[in-house]
């Protein structure tokens, strides 16, 4: 590995420390109610330019929640939180004994997106996608990258996800990234930069449609002629992608989405979108494969089943190849996915490019595929499998983010400035053991946006997933999940560490 | 008999058979929560204006028709009894139980069921969660009981308002209906042949009056406004047996329930299209020619507890059938299809 591809070609970002102090404020400029008690800091703000200077695009929600008691809002969060809570829209925390449903939280302020910066960010996540699926294109088949030295080989076959199996299998239309979730996070500088691609089984998407029809149930009035742009044909597209990917030969092709079942944390999102498309949700236990063609047990008798909506990770898909101890997959199906008899989507072996390590290299992959400088920037990441960056990760641990480049969700992360010296200590025991199996990054200070919290307007870290779907083109539902990390100060937004959501509107001009 | 490989468009549904088992348990297990809520919260009722002594003797009945031994010591007073059968959740056939059941066999089907009927599922899911024994002691459990009786009437109301009458309603409408066929034959078989089920040395000596066993049996059926209707208010025996057991308009009747389910299974028979798919119908078919052609006298004066069980023997090959056809079929390979 050279030293230029991580550090050279990347912009370099300023390191912002994580919990800045408030920007000190004249008396006259403190913030009027309902917003007595928010405050500017050193991140971006979302919502404010100055205190009591709206954005131009949220004037006119801040003109109307002046008109709001704060009273009136906790009626209408708590109707928000209700009927989330009688449509049974929650996800399910692992290690929590008090039962394992909870409500995803929900908050009522609406994150604004404007015309012209949402133009930027589509361009920028096409031209990404684009590359990506060429890299795996590239990566299962003749490996030209690798061969040009741009991103090491040692690097890829090292990946935890990189599945040999694929090599030389030809998937459908050759898309191997049907859904991607794609998250951004804002810089203290206003713009947008992506921290993570999510190239297998990215969810989060019915949060983003569940928050837009709640918002319209709770805040009909403020919708009206603000011009937000409607995110309801995301199942459409999604079913239109999936029927894509069918042998030719198929007329009606049978689209099915394979869960793991109740005990998945998404499994809310999973019969939410089999509803939305009108298409069957099966488990593992429900297909069989016979002569190499997958069925489904019906009341009728065995049906073909074509395209298969996978939600369950790799390593459980199919016992005969990937894990032999799992009870979720389907025995063959790799066998009939590798004849060309079904479909399956998101192809295996994706997790080679969302690995956080080959993260680092994602400007040097769009430049080698498209020959085109990166729309949307990466953030600076280092290598510590490279001594040089080794030695300076482990002198920095407590100002960098430290992960694990096959995990997600969260878990196995280390927040420098917010971690104790024991944990440093920890994580620097387990990066000189295994450096290839971390990459660190300067800690940066997501940008804020006020969020309705204990009776009061507060300044929360959100980040953004919008969810790109790459059918006959790619197409991006303008929008995308707003995840807020509903603790003061915490930078941490996965709906599994105690984050929230809010409705992501994104304005045609 | 092997599995047969099928032919279809997107256009024709077609029914997982996991489906069709959750939504056919979640549909009995409903209608067995409704069952256990309506005989305790009649037993409480009844018994609110009536001498210790009777209470305890017809607490004998309840005990039989909820399938508890008469000497449990978790069902030893009402109160405990109540704790038991409507929130124990080391109890299976608690209301609570029961409804935990129906709503984890409606999560794993919800693209299935209607939006409506899935946040009905759900409030009696939360209601049913957040009750304590006490707080339900203190307002009176028969608040508590007919609740959730109101609550899955609205289920139940929602489904065939809001959802498709396609194979999944049909299998709704089988569980409930074998769920109610076997329940009320049950309870008959405990007031007509008591000698079945109680102790001995109770039957004995049982002082509490016929009337009000009759009207037990009657409002534990939801049967007894409807009697009167036809019969007026004298409670005769025979004519309890035929109205609960034979007629052919009442929902709580077993010929009606019987036929409801005969209609069901047709219903899957018709949408399947299998040849499997007879099995079930025509038995159900045939218990419901035995109902609908029986004369009250010849049933009165032969063996009456062989022909309740028999009803509930019957209904269990029905079930059976129901999971040979559409559930756990083998998977022989066809050398026909590639």
């Known amino acids: 590995m050279t030293e230029k591809t991580v550090f050279s070609q990347q912009q370099r970002m300023q390191t912002h420390p994580v919990d800045a102090q408030p920007v000190p404020v004249q008396a006259d400029e403190m913030f009027q109610a309902p917003f007595t008690h928010y405050q500017l800091s050193a991140a971006y703000d979302e919502m404010f330019a100055a205190p009591n200077q709206p954005h131009s695009h949220y004037t006119q929600l801040y003109e109307r929640f002046h008109e709001l008691s704060m009273e009136e809002l906790e009626r209408r969060q708590l109707a928000a939180e209700r009927s989330f809570l009688h449509q049974g829209i929650t996800f399910t925390v692992y290690n929590d004994n008090r039962g394992t449903e909870r409500i995803f939280p929900y908050d009522l302020l609406p994150r604004i997106i404007p015309g012209n910066e949402w133009e930027t960010i589509e361009q920028g996540l096409t031209q990404r996608i684009t590359a990506i699926n060429l890299f795996l294109h590239d990566i299962y088949h003749d490996g030209l990258i690798l061969k040009d030295k741009v991103v090491p080989a040692d690097l890829v076959y090292s990946c935890k996800h990189y599945r040999p199996e694929m090599k030389g299998l030809d998937v459908p239309k050759d898309i191997y990234v049907t859904v991607v979730g794609t998250d951004l996070i804002r810089l203290p500088n206003g713009e947008f930069a992506v921290l993570e691609d999510n190239l297998r089984v990215p969810s989060g998407v019915s949060y983003m449609l569940a928050n837009r029809r709640v918002m319209k149930r709770v805040f009909p009035n403020v919708f009206v002629n603000y011009g937000v742009r409607s995110i309801d044909h995301y199942s459409r597209t999604l079913l239109a992608s999936l029927r894509m990917l069918a042998a030719d030969r198929v007329e009606e092709p049978t689209v099915v989405l394979l869960t793991p079942g109740i005990y998945n944390s998404a499994y809310f999102e999973h019969t939410f979108l089999a509803r939305e498309m009108g298409i069957p949700l099966v488990e593992g236990r429900d297909l069989v494969t016979h002569n190499n063609f997958v069925y489904m047990r019906t009341t009728s008798g065995l049906k073909r089943v074509d395209v298969v909506y996978r939600r369950i990770d790799d390593d459980f898909i199919d016992p005969k190849v990937f894990r032999a101890d799992s009870i979720l997959g389907v025995p063959g199906l790799f066998e ?46 280092y290598l510590p499998d490279d001594p040089k960056q080794l030695s300076y990760v482990i002198e920095n641990l407590d100002k960098l983010v430290v992960k694990a480049v096959g995990e997600s969700g969260g878990y196995g992360m280390l927040i420098g400035p917010h971690s104790t010296k024991a944990e440093q200590e920890e994580f620097r025991t387990r990066v000189i053991a295994n450096p290839r199996n971390y990459i660190a990054q300067p800690t940066i200070t997501l940008s804020n946006t006020p969020c309705f919290v204990d009776g009061q307007l507060e300044p929360r870290h959100v980040d953004l997933r919008p969810f790109i779907l790459y059918g006959d083109k790619i197409n991006i539902v303008p929008g995308g999940l707003t995840r ?10 996965n709906s599994s560490q105690g984050g929230g959501s809010k409705d992501t509107w994104v304005l045609n001009s | 008999m092997g599995a047969q490989f099928i032919e279809t468009t997107m256009h024709t549904p077609v029914m997982l058979s996991r489906v069709a088992d959750s939504l056919y348990w979640m549909s009995r297990y409903l209608e067995r929560a409704k069952h256990t809520a309506r005989l305790l919260n009649v037993h409480f009722d009844l018994m609110l204006d009536q001498p210790h002594g009777t209470a305890e003797q017809y607490r004998q009945y309840l005990l039989a028709s909820l399938q508890l031994p008469s000497d449990y010591d978790k069902t030893q007073d009402d109160y405990s009894l109540t704790r038991w059968m409507a929130l124990d959740p080391d109890n299976s056939n608690s209301v609570r139980a029961c409804i935990g059941v129906a709503r984890e066999n409606a999560r794993q089907v919800r693209e299935q069921i209607s939006s409506e009927m899935w946040e009905q599922m759900n409030q009696i899911f939360l209601f049913v969660e957040q009750v304590n024994i006490d707080a339900m002691w203190e307002s009176t459990p028969q608040e508590f009981f007919q609740n959730v009786k109101t609550s899955i009437h609205l289920f139940q ?23 109610r066929s076997i329940a009320t034959a049950a309870l008959m078989d405990v007031f007509f042949c008591p000698e079945h089920h109680l102790a001995q040395s109770t039957i004995d000596d049982l002082q509490v009056p016929k009337y009000l066993l009759w009207l037990g049996l009657l409002r534990s059926c939801t049967a007894f406004e409807a009697y009167c209707k036809i019969y007026t208010v004298e409670l005769e025996p025979r004519s309890i047996l035929e109205f609960l057991g034979l007629n052919a308009e009442f929902p709580h009747a077993i010929n009606f329930s019987v036929q409801a389910m005969r209609r069901a299974l047709q219903g899957i028979a018709d949408t399947t299209q299998s040849e499997r798919s007879e099995r079930a119908y025509r038995r159900a078919s045939r218990l419901h020619a035995d109902l609908q052609y029986a004369q009250v006298d010849e049933i009165a004066t032969n063996d009456l507890h062989a022909y309740f069980t028999g009803i509930q023997r019957q209904c269990t090959g029905i079930h059976d059938a129901i999971y040979q056809s559409y559930i756990t079929y083998p998977i022989v390979a066809d050398p026909s299809v590639n």
């Open chain 1, 484 to 493: 807020v990390a509903l603790r003061r100060g915490s930078l941490v937004v």
């Open chain 2, 157 to 179: 109301g929602l489904a065939d308002s809001t959802m498709v009458h396609g194979q999944g309603w049909h299998f709704i409408q089988a569980g409930r209906f074998m769920e």
């Open chain 1, 336 to 381: 009939a996915y590798r004849r060309g008899n079904v479909a399956v989507a998101n192809a295996l072996g994706n997790g080679v490019a969302d690995d956080k390590a080959v993260y680092a290299y994602g400007p040097d992959i769009i430049k080698y595929y498209l020959n085109e400088d990166a729309i949307l920037q990466n953030v600076e990441t």
